[in-house]
């Protein structure tokens, strides 16, 4: 009985890890085969260096979106990253159990709180606040940053909270025994230890950053343009094709399955940096 229980479970997740497979496959195949003959009419260069997008014209160059969206991604970065990896470290080395007990759930909730929820909580206060602050509409790619930092802490967190909870023990305390204190125990020992799971957790956190897109769609101002600066709109590769796709006909449609491609393409490029991180590390 015993065994044929874990053959059933064998089945069952060799089942999984097959439709997972073949779920990537296909929406890798559907981007390619609608994606590319929308790029092959545009001209690649004209629809990756374009600086203009004009649907009723048939102008499509989304280097502006491809712009917006790496500095959305950054800003994001700059602000959630750091906040992210200290939050994990007070959480696992620092914090009470008390105190554990009560951010850990707070976290998790956080997690699991709806984009457009955190679109509207952008809307109602970070674009006045950012407004009367820095001056301009509001809806801007600084707003966009600062509520994308605040969406992919959760992801750090929880991510880089378990690699550092996976750091043997006796690695702290041996430092501990060589006379280390225990904030230069933590962030000597532990945490270098730590680096790969912490990396996962950066990465995952960029993923989520740069696919996000009903948040940024209702704060970041969708102007279709190079931003000059950081009070002023953005359009990021996920906004574009939201915004668009439901009215678009022909080469329109297909120019926002080639901005998609070239999104799917982004996200493949972070997962090989990840593994090459992971395995120059290991």
């Known amino acids: 009985m015993k065994q044929m229980k874990e053959m059933a479970a064998r089945v069952l997740f060799t089942i999984a890890a097959c439709v997972s497979m073949v779920a990537v496959a296909v929406i890798c195949l559907f981007l390619i085969a609608n994606g590319i003959p929308g790029m092959a009419k545009i001209g690649v260069w004209d629809f990756l260096s374009g600086t203009r997008w004009k649907p009723?014209?048939?102008?499509?160059?989304?280097?502006?979106m491809i712009l917006g969206s790496v500095y959305v991604t950054g800003g994001a970065l700059i602000i959630g990253v750091p906040a992210g990896i200290l939050t994990a470290i007070f959480l696992s080395r620092f914090a009470t159990r008390r105190m554990v007990r009560l951010l850990k759930p707070a976290v998790s909730l956080m997690a699991g709180i709806p984009s457009v929820v955190f679109g509207f909580f952008g809307l109602v206060v970070l674009v006045p606040l950012v407004r009367s602050l820095f001056g301009g509409s509001g809806s801007s790619?600084?707003?966009a940053a600062v509520l994308l930092g605040m969406m992919i802490l959760p992801?750090?967190?929880t991510v880089c909270e378990s690699a550092l909870n996976a750091v043997p023990n006796s690695y702290y305390e041996?430092?501990?025994?060589?006379?280390?204190?225990h904030e230069?125990?933590?962030?000597?020992?532990v945490l270098p230890a730590?680096?790969?799971g912490v990396t996962a957790g950066?990465?995952?956190?960029?993923?989520r950053a740069i696919g996000e897109a009903m948040a940024v769609n209702m704060?970041?101002?969708n102007h279709a343009v190079i931003p000059k600066s950081l009070t002023k709109g953005v359009r990021t590769l996920t906004s574009n094709i939201v915004l668009e796709l439901g009215y678009a006909t022909d080469l329109h449609r297909e120019a926002l399955i080639a901005t998609a491609l070239v999104l799917f393409v982004f996200i493949l490029a972070i997962n090989l940096l990840f593994s090459l991180l992971k395995r120059r590390q290991g």
Not at 202 to 207: F, S, W, Y
Request: no cysteine; glycine share 18%; net charge positive.
């Open 155 to 157: 992801t750090i967190i």
């Open 174 to 181: 041996g430092a501990l025994a060589l006379g280390a204190t």
């Open 141 to 143: 790619l600084l707003t």
């Open 184 to 189: 230069r125990a933590v962030f000597t020992v």
């Open 194 to 196: 730590a680096k790969s």
């Open 202 to 207: 950066v990465i995952l956190g960029i993923g």
């Open 56 to 64: 009723g014209n048939e102008v499509f160059g989304i280097f502006p």
């Open 219 to 221: 704060v970041a101002g």
